[in-house]
């Protein structure tokens, strides 16, 4: 089994690795042996994560990506590829919320949440998957979706607009980029724990909303370790156009 979840030969970009799922994601692939590069708008907490992989043997090279500039993908992606060799594996995780009542979002507010959720995902991947056609290697590409793709709560509406259209990109590109051989699947996390809201559960809100989870807790980032091995190894090798759901069963309620 532990062949069949390698991923040591994998070169994996990661957008929005700077903290997060996206950090998260880049200590659990790079301690299996990947070369991760680190993309964000943002350099420093980048630096960091790619120091403490070196620490540990990893391989690892941090990048400046604005997803929502297609130029500077192109420049990330370039980057990317000359410290670590071509991408095999992307993982659009970057994203953002703006939490308002629908009526007070503004038309900035907007298209900042479907800028870098939506449209910097969707671009990011078709310029890798271009590359990856080029190389006639074939390729995987892991979109994060959210619950919330498929399910609303009040207060950020673009953000869940924004991943349901991340769900119907995956499957729009999976169909499009099979026959070069290349995967394209989503996770859709539930509430997972992460520095940015960690305060909240502790909230009446917080525990309001933990009460609609059937495992009654939230995830911790660890909860997602396994999907993402799956995701972004061979053992995934015959799914393509599929969303991985955790969420400890919300979207059952």
């Known amino acids: 089994m532990s062949d069949l979840f390698d991923v040591s030969r994998e070169v994996i ?19 299996h042996g990947a070369a991760v590069a680190l993309a964000a708008r943002q350099t ?8 403490e992989i070196k620490a540990k043997g990893g391989r690892a090279a941090a990048v400046e990506m604005d997803v929502t500039n297609n130029a500077s993908i192109a420049r990330g992606i370039d980057a990317a590829e000359a410290a670590l060799g071509p991408v095999t594996v992307l993982i659009n995780n970057a994203g953002i919320a703006v939490e308002k009542l ?5 038309e900035a507010d907007w ?22 056609i080029a190389r006639k290697a074939g390729g995987n590409i892991i979109n994060i979706a959210s619950v919330l793709g498929f399910s609303v709560v009040k207060f950020i509406s673009p ?8 769900v119907q990109t995956t499957k729009a590109l999976a169909l499009e980029l099979a026959a070069s051989d290349i995967r394209v699947n989503a996770l859709a996390p539930g509430y997972i724990d992460t520095d940015i809201n960690h305060d909240v559960w502790e909230t009446p809100a917080g525990e309001k909303l933990i009460k609609r989870i059937p495992q009654r807790r939230v995830g911790h980032e660890s909860d997602l370790d396994g999907a993402i091995m799956l995701l972004a190894s061979n053992a995934s090798r015959y799914m393509t156009g599929s969303v991985v759901t955790v969420d400890g069963g919300f979207l059952l309620t």
């Open 44 to 51: 420093g907490k980048l630096e960091a994560l790619q120091d």
């Open 13 to 31: 970009l990661i957008t929005g690795a700077s903290q997060g799922l996206g950090r998260q994601f880049a200590r659990v692939l790079s301690a």
């Open 159 to 166: 953000y869940a607009i924004s991943k349901a259209g991340v």
């Open 102 to 106: 629908a009526v007070e979002q503004s």
């Open 111 to 132: 298209d900042a949440v479907i800028g870098a959720n939506l449209k910097g995902a969707y671009f990011a991947a078709t310029e890798v998957a271009r590359r990856m």
